[in-house]
């Protein structure tokens, strides 16, 4: 998984209650990405960040929020959880490949069911 | 319409029959190709890429590319059980390669 934590791993919380997802790299990587994974709707990005404290918004950003004060950590925040937003969540990096690809690298994954 | 079309499946087959995974996109400015394999409740990882037109070969696997049909393929020899996964296509820009365009995935199923 590309050196790369999610934590938690699962949780189940309930309607309008405040979560925190947070990536964690060792690699001292710029780029990191949220994405959810949904079926029928493949990958799609909530926010990415190229440095500490420069973020941007991805194609389904409304409802989440990010933070990145140290380059080892990227932090996704639903601020008032919905049932809508019950996903797998997967955090990625931008790095090069063996081959000489610059690209994207997974985390395992959080597995969030907002009740 | 989306810019990166791919049947969500699933797609079931046989072991040992030839698999034919495919994506259209509408963007001509797309140059890089990838095609990720994800496990159930795994994270997807880079199984291989083309750059530009063209097939590139990796063991029992093929990705092949068609810039003026707009159309990208990944072929899988010999099937296994194993190859059992979903697997997902992408595509970049050559000047913004830090952000990808993906596909909904293919779900494969592999039958011994």
């Known amino acids: 998984d590309a050196g790369i934590t999610q934590s938690p791993r699962h949780k189940v919380t309930e309607t309008g209650t405040p979560v925190t997802l947070r990536c964690h790299q060792t690699?001292?990587?710029?780029?990191m990405y949220w994405y959810r994974q949904d079926p029928g709707h493949g990958l799609r990005l909530i926010h990415y960040?190229?440095?500490?404290?420069?973020?941007d918004k991805g194609e389904v950003s409304d409802g989440y929020s990010v933070s990145r004060s140290k380059t080892e950590d990227f932090l996704l925040t639903l601020e008032s959880a919905t049932s809508s937003q019950t996903s797998v969540y997967f955090c990625?990096?931008?790095?090069?490949?063996?081959?000489?690809?610059?690209?994207?690298?997974f985390g395992p994954g959080t597995r969030l069911t907002v009740l | 319409q989306k810019e990166v079309e791919q049947d969500p499946g699933p797609l079931s087959v046989p072991e040992g029959a030839i698999v034919s995974l495919n994506c259209t996109y509408s963007?001509?400015?797309?140059?890089?190709f990838m095609w990720y394999r994800q496990y159930s409740r795994k994270g997807p990882e880079l199984l291989m890429y083309?750059?530009s037109s063209g097939n590139k070969e990796d063991g029992r696997f093929t990705a092949q590319v068609d810039k003026s049909s707009k159309y990208i393929s990944l072929f899988i020899r010999d099937s296994q059980p194993s190859d059992s996964a979903t697997y997902l296509c992408?595509?970049?820009?050559?000047?913004?390669?830090?952000?990808?365009?993906w596909g909904a995935g293919t779900k494969l199923i592999i039958k011994p």
């Open positions: 690699e001292n990587h710029r780029y």
């Open positions: 963007n001509s400015a797309f140059q890089y």
């Open positions: 083309t750059y």
């Open positions: 990625a990096i931008f790095d090069r490949e063996r081959g000489g690809l610059d690209t994207q690298y």
């Open positions: 992408a595509m970049t820009p050559m000047d913004s390669n830090y952000q990808l365009i």
């Open positions: 960040s190229y440095g500490v404290k420069d973020t």
